[in-house]
């Protein structure tokens, strides 16, 4: 049978590649295919899903075509099926699971030829209830559990939790639907555990309801760990304390160890029995633990241990409270109980540390010396019975007495004015208290608290010599008050009066030096500023060390002719304002001359021409010339007046030989313009108006240029800081030259005299 069966198999295998090679074209296309997948794409978990491919092949032969399909599950090739029939693909998933869930798709290959379907996701919930079950439900503490938890008929990639009383204790993932988990117990009673499951399908997972919970009960061990301490009776500080700490009960083969512990601080430990010995002391926390460890299971016992202190921790106070460098103190060191019943009072033993200091002991716990200058730390220290106890550290910080306070002003001191005063002491432990004194009494206290803070005080003065009766006094300590030096200050005293004085006066000729004179009453360095009135800025500004400076027009024309002002002002930041002053300048002395000589001769010709008529008219004797400006006013009163109330020169014509009455042909004023009228008329016009006044005594033309002032009807008007009102008396001056060598004197000013060079007299 089986060579017959062989050679048919061969006789087929030459027909069918005969016919290949013969029908080598199939023609053929896929036209489409599409995966479906039943009954639904959400199902419920058992149910049975099938995933249908469909493709629809046009082909022209009889042929049969050979399908080949491929099923993928997220990319992943899960079913591949070779088929020869143009029948659809089916994949069944018989009791789908939710491991099944996932994205879908099929493929077909013919012959190279391939296409494939759109994805279709398929979605199975609903998870088994996980089963648990245990080994052993009684276990005494420490012993080990076996755990079996079965998720029933899942797959896929599953984590399994296990908990204590709804407490997880242990995770698991497996890939198979049952996982196994070794659980000790260590708290002794009944116990409920129960478990769950999460299906893991990336990206998401699944999680299952919580199994039925088991019971477990826990014996406890009859371990028992002993802790004895020696003595048992009232324990003092320095006695010697025994621990003993050992277990009973231990099962047969014993693999635990024992602790012996003080607090957070192990004593000792080792296997079945532990022995500490220490000496008792009162700080330490009383509490001592005797503990067994063994396997997961821990038994300890807790035990206090009262220590009665044999003596209190020293107090160290330092009398007085308060020291300065290199006073006295005492320092008294003290435990203020000790256990009388143990000790005596004389064997406790007080000490200092630093050892090396500079007191000296004047009893138990009493040291007595002098303050260092510096801070220091001391410390006492107390002993008895190999217990020592150190006090609280006691920084002794010696103050220090406050230095001779210096006083001095803060700013300008000007009078009459708010003066701040600082009081202040280079050095001197705070608080300091600081007291002002006005001539040894006491006007107000500061009190300086905080470095950096400054003792100020404010007095106002009225005179300058007032400031030196000020004082200040320091004291930080109640044995001495250093006082200060009396207050030395410059006092500012601000400017009153100011006065301008005109030197040589304000009439002036053309061509003369003017002086303005501005001078105040107050404290230099003073600024001095002139004006004249009508223009913004001052004519010069000059600050000076006196109380007046001159500002000088040199040659004067008649364009410097006007109302002029001064200004000052000090550090006490007042100003103040001079009266103004109106400066006449007058035609220069020469053109005068020239102008007199010219009438003189006029007169000259007059007088031969009369004296020629005189001849002629021989009957008429009686006649004589008179020629008058002020036909009104011949008499000197009128011109003593003027004297009296104007700055003002007499000039003697002298070689007028003229009678009492005549007095000037020069005029071409009315009479009536001789007042001050007239003279408030004259500053208006551009020309200075001159009058020449002949003395009404006769004159020796020979005798006067000798007299030196004998006969000068002088009078200069000072201008009084209230002359302001009436300055235009200046303009208005009436004047007569004397004529007279020696220069003017200005009363005023006797120092710039001489500036006036009157010329000798025109004869
Ligand atoms: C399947 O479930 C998804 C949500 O889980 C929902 O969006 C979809 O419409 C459901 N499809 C069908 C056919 O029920
Ligand atoms: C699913 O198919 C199995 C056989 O594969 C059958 O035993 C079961 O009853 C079917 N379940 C349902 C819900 O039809
Ligand atoms: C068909 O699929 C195969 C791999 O599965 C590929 O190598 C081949 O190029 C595909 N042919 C066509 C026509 O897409
Ligand atoms: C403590 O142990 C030591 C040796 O380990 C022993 O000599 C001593 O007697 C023990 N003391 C007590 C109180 O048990
Ligand atoms: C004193 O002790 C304090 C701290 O208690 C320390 O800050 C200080 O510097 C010490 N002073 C001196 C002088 O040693
Ligand atoms: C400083 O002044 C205050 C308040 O007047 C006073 O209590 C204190 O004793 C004074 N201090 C001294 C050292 O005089
Ligand atoms: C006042 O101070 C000045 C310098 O500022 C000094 O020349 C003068 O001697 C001082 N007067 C007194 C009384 O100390
Ligand atoms: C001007 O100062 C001097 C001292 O420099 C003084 O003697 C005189 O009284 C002062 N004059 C006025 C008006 O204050
Ligand atoms: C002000 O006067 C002083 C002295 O008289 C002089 O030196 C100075 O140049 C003058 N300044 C002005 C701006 O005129």
């Not at 198999?9 to 090679?21: I, Q």
């Not at 009453?521 to 913004?536: D, L």
Request: charged residues 20%; hydrophobic residues 35%; neutral net charge.
């Amino acid at each position: 049978m089986g060579p017959l069966l062989l050679l048919t198999s061969t006789l087929l295998s030459s027909y069918f590649h005969a016919g290949r090679t013969v029908n080598t074209q199939k023609l053929f296309t896929i036209r489409d295919i599409t995966l479906s997948i039943e009954p639904s794409i959400n199902v419920t978990r058992n149910t049975n899903v099938t995933l249908r491919c469909k493709a629809v092949v046009s082909s022209s032969g009889q042929e049969a075509l050979s399908r080949e399909y491929t099923i993928y599950k997220d990319g992943n090739t899960v079913y591949t099926k070779t088929s020869s029939t143009s029948e659809d693909l089916l994949y069944p998933l018989s009791e789908a699971r939710v491991s099944n869930t996932g994205k879908y798709k099929c493929k077909i290959n013919i012959e190279g030829k391939n296409m494939t379907s759109g994805v279709k996701k398929l979605t199975v919930t609903g998870l088994s209830k996980p089963v648990l079950s245990l080994n052993k439900d009684m276990v005494s503490e420490g012993e080990e559990i076996k755990a079996t938890c079965t998720a029933d008929g899942e797959t896929g990639s599953i984590f399994f939790y296990f908990y204590e009383d709804s407490k997880e204790i242990q995770e698991k993932q497996v890939n198979s639907n049952q996982a196994e988990a070794k659980l000790r117990i260590t708290s002794v009673g009944i116990h409920k555990i129960h478990c769950a499951y999460t299906v893991l399908i990336t990206p998401d997972s699944f999680k299952s309801e919580k199994s039925s919970a088991v019971i477990v009960s826990v014996k406890e061990l009859p371990i028992t760990p002993v802790l004895e301490i020696f003595p048992q009776s009232k324990i003092y500080e320095g006695d010697q304390l025994d621990f003993l700490c050992t277990v009973r009960n231990v099962p047969q083969h014993p693999e635990g160890k024992l602790y012996l512990s003080q607090g957070n601080q192990l004593l000792s430990s080792g296997d079945t029995k532990v022995n500490h010995s220490m000496v008792a002391l009162a700080k330490d926390p009383g509490e001592f633990e005797c503990r067994f460890e063994m396997g997961d299971v821990t038994k300890f016992v807790l035990k206090m241990v009262p220590v009665t202190e044999l003596f209190s921790v020293p107090t160290f106070t330092m009398s007085p409270a308060e020291v300065f460098q290199k006073e006295d103190m005492t320092l008294t060191c003290k435990s203020e109980s000790f256990a009388s019943e143990r000790l005596r009072r004389e064997e406790l033993t007080y000490t200092l540390d630093p050892p090396e200091n500079l007191l000296t002991r004047k009893g138990p716990g009493v040291f007595h010396g002098k303050a260092l200058q510096y801070d220091f730390n001391y410390t006492c220290v107390a002993q008895a019975r190999g217990i020592v106890k150190h006090s609280e550290t006691l920084t002794v910080r010696p103050k220090v007495s406050v230095s001779i306070p210096k006083i001095s002003v803060v700013g300008k001191a000007v009078l009459g004015q708010p003066l701040k005063i600082l009081c202040q002491s280079d050095s001197g432990s705070l608080p300091i208290n600081y007291t002002l004194l006005r001539e040894y009494d006491e006007l107000s206290t500061t009190i300086v608290k905080q470095p950096f803070q400054q003792a100020f005080f404010t007095v106002t003065i009225t005179k300058p010599d007032e400031i030196t009766k000020y004082m200040c006094e320091a004291k930080n300590n109640h044995k001495e008050a250093p006082l200060s030096k009396r207050l030395n200050a410059t006092v500012i005293v601000p400017l009153t009066h100011p006065i301008m004085t005109v030197i040589p006066n304000p009439e002036i000729s053309e061509g003369d030096h003017l002086y303005l004179i501005c001078g105040v009453a107050g404290t230099p360095p003073v600024t001095f500023k002139w004006y004249r009135v009508g223009y913004e800025q001052p004519l010069n500004t000059t600050t000076s060390n006196k109380n007046n400076t001159a500002y000088q027009v040199p040659k004067v024309s008649k364009q410097d002719s006007g109302t002029y002002y001064c200004e000052a002002f000090n550090h006490a930041n007042n100003v103040v304002i001079s009266d103004e002053v109106n400066i006449q300048v007058r035609l220069a002395f020469w053109k005068k001359v020239v102008i007199g000589a010219f009438c003189l001769l006029a007169v000259s010709v007059l007088v031969v021409v009369s004296v020629l008529c005189f001849i002629s008219k021989r009957g008429k004797r009686e006649a004589a010339a008179e020629l008058s400006v002020k036909p009104s006013s011949p008499k000197s009163d009128d011109s003593l007046t003027v004297n009296l109330t104007h700055d003002t020169e007499v000039y003697k014509a002298a070689t007028v030989r003229v009678n009492r009455a005549a007095v000037s042909v020069w005029s071409e004023r009315p009479p009536e313009a001789a007042n001050d009228e007239e003279s408030s008329m004259v500053s208006k016009e551009p020309d200075v108006e001159y009058t020449e006044v002949v003395h009404p005594r006769p004159v020796d033309p020979a005798r006067v240029p000798l007299r030196k002032g004998t006969d000068t009807v002088y009078s200069e008007l000072q201008n009084s800081p209230h002359g302001a009102a009436d300055h235009h008396d200046y303009g208005s001056v009436e004047y007569a030259e004397l004529n007279s060598e020696h220069p003017e004197t200005n009363h005023y000013r006797p120092e710039v005299n001489g500036h006036q060079e009157l010329p000798a007299p025109v004869d």
